[in-house]
T-cell receptor, first 114, second 116 residues
Framework: GNSVTQMEGPVTLSEEAFLTINCTYTATGYPSLFWYVQYPGEGLQLLLKATKADDKGSNKGFEATYRKETTSFHLEKGSVQVSDSAVYFCALSDRGSGTYKYIFGTGTRLKVLA | EPEVTQTPSHQVTQMGQEVILRCVPISNHLYFYWYRQILGQKVEFLVSFYNNEISEKSEIFDDQFSVERPDGSNFTLKIRSTKLEDSAMYFC??????????????FGNGTRLTVT
């Protein structure tokens, strides 16, 4: 079945460091791919998405490119801030019997130190 | 910005008791979902709901679980007889359409259920 694998955390970085959180997927067909972020005490918020191969999703300085050849959707940011500390979830859409359901990775906790 | 709201934020119950988790989806959304996240594990799909019926459910969503849209605004998840392993964070989500291409899921802040 379809699945998502994320790098294990926690990831601890200094402010202004470069961030990469790896995500690879297994899917039949052509799923959409997503990154969601969960700040402390809050729900999951959509960070960015890509719906087909070679698409690049971007938001708030974060980027991820849908790589079909490597089945990857790695999240990157050039310069992280303390406010980026959160848990990041990679997800793919899986079309079930009529509605889409999302399959999530385990989440990667990011901690950014001032 | 409209948001999905969930109540309560934390529910503690004894094993064998019934619990109802409540959600108010975004008002113009038509598709509703429940997910759960056991501490330290993946966010798992439970059920999707559209047009007053279940569209799809996972193997986790057994006979102990039920969902309902009792009025025009609420969407509830009932666990009939809770077990210790039901302890988790439960997330409600809604979307405007069934297509993830055009309409991503909007999640609530979650209800933490603790079964003792």
């Amino acid at each position: 079945g379809n699945s998502v694998t994320q790098m294990e955390g926690p990831v601890t970085l200094s402010e202004e460091a470069f961030l990469t959180i790896n995500c690879t997927y297994t899917a039949t067909g052509y799923p959409s791919l997503f990154w969601y972020v969960q700040y402390p005490g809050e729900g999951l918020q959509l960070l960015l998405k890509a719906t087909k191969a070679d698409d690049k999703g971007s938001n708030k300085g974060f980027e991820a490119t849908y790589r079909k050849e490597t089945t990857s959707f790695h999240l990157e940011k050039g310069s992280v801030q303390v406010s980026d500390s959160a848990v990041y979830f990679c997800a793919l859409s899986d079309r079930g019997s009529g509605t889409y359901k999302y399959i999530f990775g385990t989440g990667t906790r990011l901690k950014v130190l001032a | 910005e409209p948001e999905v709201t969930q109540t309560p934020s934390h529910q503690v119950t004894q094993m064998g008791q019934e619990v109802i988790l409540r959600c108010v989806p975004i008002s113009n959304h038509l598709y509703f979902y429940w997910y759960r996240q056991i501490l330290g594990q993946k966010v798992e799909f439970l059920v999707s709901f559209y047009n007053n019926e279940i569209s799809e459910k996972s193997e986790i969503f057994d006979d102990q679980f039920s969902v309902e849209r009792p009025d025009g605004s609420n969407f509830t998840l009932k666990i009939r007889s809770t077990k210790l392993e039901d302890s988790a964070m439960y997330f409600c989500a809604s979307s405007e359409s069934a297509s993830s291409y055009n309409s991503p899921l909007h999640f609530g802040n979650g209800t933490r259920l603790t079964v003792t």
